[in-house]
């Protein structure tokens, strides 16, 4: 299966900063690429579908404005939380998906927002 | 829409004991559904996935799930957990349509293991 990574795995920022996150795809051509966001004890949530050469499709409630997405290049996608604030802590997690539709998932990235 | 159930939250076993971990789905058609495991701070691994044919699914570390259409239920199963095993498990389902549908996620069950 493909082989996902994010950078960074932990980042740490003020109130008011941007943070940007990266997700490669190492080994696999991925024209869509996934954004996932895990609080605390519960379950994944899609934020929005990464779509190379074009603009992201962004799940109902997520601020598009907030979580700018850009899928460059077949083999990264980045996400950018724009003026963070502490309750987009949480847990970011990337992946791809083949042709039957698995999905491989980026070891993901935890922000914490002071 | 599609959703998934967990109904357990937190299960508890013993090494050595058997396992058994519910979902259930609910969809019109029989989706892709998929089992992945995450431990703390680490992304998701797949552990085994169910397209069509065989009900009885063989995964890696021991795991299988069954799949019952009747029951629109996948559960997981392992004979004999390792404490190795305490994670966080997913059960995911995608529609089985042509094009590419999003993975709805369970809630999520949380295995701990006592020695």
């Known amino acids: 299966g493909a082989v996902v990574s994010q950078h960074p795995s932990w980042v740490i920022c003020k109130s008011g900063t941007s943070v940007k996150i990266e997700c490669r795809s190492l080994d696999f051509q991925a024209t869509t690429m996934f954004w996932y966001r895990q609080f605390p004890k519960q379950s994944l949530m899609l934020m929005a579908t990464?779509?190379?050469?074009?603009?992201?499709?962004?799940e109902q409630g997520v601020e598009k404005d907030k979580f700018l997405i850009n899928h460059a290049s077949l083999t990264l996608s980045t996400l950018t939380v724009t003026s963070a604030h502490p309750e987009d802590s949480s847990f970011y997690i990337c992946s791809t998906k083949d042709n039957n539709n698995e999905q491989f998932f980026g070891p993901g990235t935890r922000l914490t927002v002071l | 829409a599609q959703s998934v159930t967990q109904p357990d939250i937190h299960i508890t076993v013993s090494e050595g004991a058997s396992l058994e971990l519910r979902c259930n789905y609910s969809?019109?058609?029989?989706?892709?559904l998929f089992w992945y495991v995450q431990s703390p701070g680490q992304g998701l691994q797949l552990l085994l996935k169910?397209?069509?044919?065989?009900?009885l699914v063989q995964g890696i570390k021991g795991f299988e799930a069954e799949f019952k259409r009747s029951q629109s239920s996948f559960n997981l199963r392992k004979p004999s957990v390792h404490w190795s095993d305490a994670a966080e498990y997913f059960c995911a389902v995608v529609p089985f349509s042509g094009g590419y549908q999003k993975v709805t996620f369970g809630t999520g069950t949380k295995l701990q293991v006592i020695p």
């Open positions: 969809y019109g058609a029989t989706p892709y």
């Open positions: 990464s779509n190379e050469g074009s603009k992201a499709t962004y």
């Open positions: 169910y397209f069509s044919g065989d009900t």
